[in-house]
């Protein structure tokens, strides 16, 4: 399937920014595997809308 | 971030409260904290460590056992540290208590010194100015400085700019990644009722884990054979300066040998290449050499002839028998005993197509006997040229193994170990340089595969809906960790010529003599003296290769202060505390570092025992960088008996660091003051 460029570069920030959360601090550790794997379901689906 | 004060209360071997104020003046924008060993140098330094981030340095011991000794006898429960500081003309205070009070805060504090509680993650905004992962570089326990050296005489420091690079969120989520790609493919197990999905998923795993696994040793492998190279450089240099005639001879002998194998052995390749090329050209004629001869006399033998070139043309005569009528105007009526005659000749007519192909024929193998001599002579040549060049290299190599048998039975016991050295690096580095290349065909083989994989992953039909959806999650995840890691790749080959750029320029700052430092591609480094010998890091002077690094990274990480990555965490602006950087230095390199290190940072905090004649305070001073000094006191409850009173010597006055028949025991921090 396709993707942008530009929409990969976001979801990459977008993860990045999940685990810059967890990982200085600010948001509980657990609830970063949920975070990304939601975000990545978003992704994909948005993805497969646009095919 | 310039750190305006520290306040530290019941800290380990701090008893209630006890502050500093560290000099912010641009230019004096140093401050010297003397403390005897034991005394609290590692405690202040952790204090400020633990306020930003919670964590201590790898140095600080008991970690869990914070609580100043004489306050938990007291009845305290809590233990506290306050840091003042300025960031971007802003001022803030962090508050942080630990034992039984566990908290954080960090406050804005307005110009009428009200303040205001920064609420919305704190622990992120303390990590934009200076990111937990980076801040040990800056708040420098000294424990890292003791650079873990190989067998090679080389250090490490991937880690270390890896941090400063700001990879250590990327890392972990690309961690993270994998970890929701292996459930996704177990899920898909579920999904795949025929599993020839997951089944081709689960080899791609394999395949990925290999790659990167291969990748590693790769890497690795190429290291070794830069460090075994420079080695080797650094003996032939040795062999090369040697003051016996003989060995200059015999060296010179090698040297020229070695070129001539040199560029017979490219010879060699350029003619093993055109021997491929001459194959491609020539094997067709070597084979149709033989059928040619045979085709020719085929066609010059055959039933043919007689036919060709026949006098009357097949299309002349069919036109004649069609219109039933001669050229010369007859009448050829069909039975008539002409007719049957004409006909008769159609047997022999000659056909102009057929007489096309066959001149065709002919003129291929025609060309096919003209170009078998020629092919014959270039390949012999090739061949020949080929064996030539074999026989000179193996003769060059025998003629090498005999000038270092020579070098071996020289009466010289420094320059045979030394040929013996070499000799063992030669088939290191031949060695290493063949599994560098059985590793590089590994990868593009393993890669080849895992398309090869995907492609076969791509063509399978009929998969569920489900099934289809987990496999266009697990593909947008690969597609996500290649933009990811292709960065961090990226960065970090990009910063191999930029920590070069620095080392060398710390290196003149600092040593101002003919050192080098070698860099691996791994970035391992090497101090190295002018004729390319490692310098031991252990020793007093291989101590400068720590501030050279430390300097290095710190520069880094200040460059890449503004950088806009959405990948990559950005450096930082920081004061540099340093735990005892002088200790191991050589006297004689400590007053140039000393005078470069304020120059490195806004505002450099040194905790020191003591000068041990170095004359790191009086450089400081006398350029006019020194800003505050402290020295911390040992009050002790106990008597003094025959123990040694410590003194410090300041402004000419002698100040004892130790007391006994105190109240407590306890450490306080006294300002050191030219009038006092």
Redesign the interface.
């Known amino acids: 399937?396709p993707?942008e460029k530009s929409k990969?570069?976001k979801?990459?920030?977008d993860?990045?920014l999940?685990?810059?959360?967890s990982?200085?601090?600010?948001e509980p550790e657990r609830d970063?595997?949920k975070k990304?794997?939601e975000l990545?379901?978003e992704?994909?689906k948005e993805?497969?809308n646009d095919s | 971030m310039i750190l305006n004060s520290v306040v530290v209360e019941n800290f380990r071997s701090f008893y209630g409260e006890q502050s500093i104020e560290f000099s912010t003046d641009k230019k004096k924008n140093t401050t010297i904290l003397y403390a005897l060993n034991g005394v609290g140098k590692t405690n202040l330094l952790n204090a400020i460590l633990w306020c930003l981030h919670g964590s201590f340095s790898n140095g600080f011991k008991n970690p869990k056992d914070v609580l100043n000794w004489e306050a938990k006898r007291r009845g305290r429960k809590s233990y506290h540290v306050t840091l003042n500081f300025e960031e971007n003309d802003n001022i803030y205070t962090i508050k942080r208590s630990g034992g039984e009070t566990d908290n954080f805060k960090v406050f804005l504090i307005s110009k009428d010194g009200n303040a205001e509680e920064v609420k919305s993650s704190a622990d992120l905004f303390i990590n934009s100015i200076i990111p937990k992962d980076m801040a040990g570089y800056f708040i420098n326990d000294g424990e890292g400085n003791d650079l873990v050296v190989d067998r090679d005489g080389y250090i490490s420091v991937r880690r270390s700019i890896r941090d400063i690079l700001g990879f250590k969120v990327a890392e972990k989520t690309l961690e993270d990644l994998s970890k929701i790609k292996n459930e996704i493919r177990q899920e898909l197990k579920k999904f795949d009722k025929d599993k020839e999905l997951s089944e081709i998923e689960d080899r791609i795993q394999i395949f990925d884990e290999s790659i990167v696994a291969s990748r590693k040793t790769l890497t690795e492998t190429q290291s070794s054979l830069e460090t075994y190279e420079d080695r080797f450089n650094y003996v032939e240099k040795q062999l090369g300066t040697s003051s016996s005639a003989v060995v200059d001879q015999l060296i010179s002998l090698r040297s020229k040998a070695e070129d001539r194998l040199r560029s017979t052995e490219r010879r060699l390749v350029a003619l093993e290449s055109n021997k491929i090329v001459l194959i491609r050209e020539y094997s067709w004629v070597a084979f149709a050499y033989l059928l040619s001869n045979e085709a020719l006399d085929f066609i010059d033998e055959s039933e043919l002839k007689g036919r060709i070139p026949a006098p009357f043309n097949i299309q002349l005569v069919k036109d004649i028998l069609d219109k039933e009528e001669c050229i010369c105007g007859a009448c050829i009526a069909p039975e008539s005993e002409a007719f049957k005659k004409i006909n008769s000749l159609l047997k022999e007519a000659a056909d102009p197509e057929l007489i096309n192909r066959l001149q065709k024929a002919r003129s291929r193998l025609t060309a096919v006997k003209t170009l078998s001599p020629q092919a014959r002579e270039r390949i012999e040549e090739n061949f020949k040229d080929v064996r030539e060049a074999q026989d000179l290299i193996s003769s060059l190599k025998g003629e090498m193994d005999e000038i270092s048998d020579k070098i071996l039975n020289l009466d010289d016991e420094k320059i045979r170990s030394l040929e013996k050295e070499r000799n063992t690096l030669k088939n290191k580095i031949r060695e290493t340089e063949r599994s560098v290349d059985r590793l590089t065909d590994k990868i593009e083989d393993l890669l080849k595969r895992k398309k090869d994989l995907e492609g076969q992953a791509k063509r399978i039909e009929g998969l569920s809906p489900r099934a289809k959806i987990l496999k266009s999650k697990i593909d947008l995840i690969e597609k996500v960790e290649l933009e990811i890691s292709g960065e961090l790749q990226q960065s970090e080959k990009d910063v191999h010529g930029l920590l070069a750029q620095k080392i060398d320029s710390f290196l003149d700052k600092y040593l101002r003599q003919d050192y080098r430092v070698s860099i691996t591609s791994d970035l391992k480094i090497c101090l190295q003296d002018r004729n390319g010998k490692p310098v031991p890091p252990s020793g007093g002077q291989g101590a400068i290769l720590s501030f050279i690094y430390i300097s290095s990274l710190i520069s880094i990480a200040r460059e890449r202060r503004e950088l806009e990555s959405a990948i990559l965490t950005p450096g930082a602006i920081a004061p540099l505390v340093f735990d005892a950087p002088f200790s191991k230095l050589d006297p004689k390199y400590a007053p140039n570092v000393a005078k470069e290190l304020p120059n490195l940072v806004d505002q450099l905090i040194v905790l020191m025992y003591q000068d041990d004649g170095k004359n790191v305070s009086e450089t400081l001073r006398s350029a006019g960088r020194l800003g505050k000094e402290y020295y911390f006191c040992e009050e002790i409850a106990g008597e003094k008996g025959d123990t040694e009173i410590h003194t410090l010597t300041f402004f000419g006055r002698s100040v004892p660091v130790t007391k006994y028949d105190c109240p407590i025991d306890r450490v306080i921090v006294k300002e050191v003051r030219e009038n006092a």
Do not use: P
């Open positions: 399937m993707i990969l570069r979801l990459a920030k993860l990045i999940i685990e810059k959360k990982f200085y601090g600010s970063r595997l990304m794997r990545i379901d992704v994909s993805i497969k």
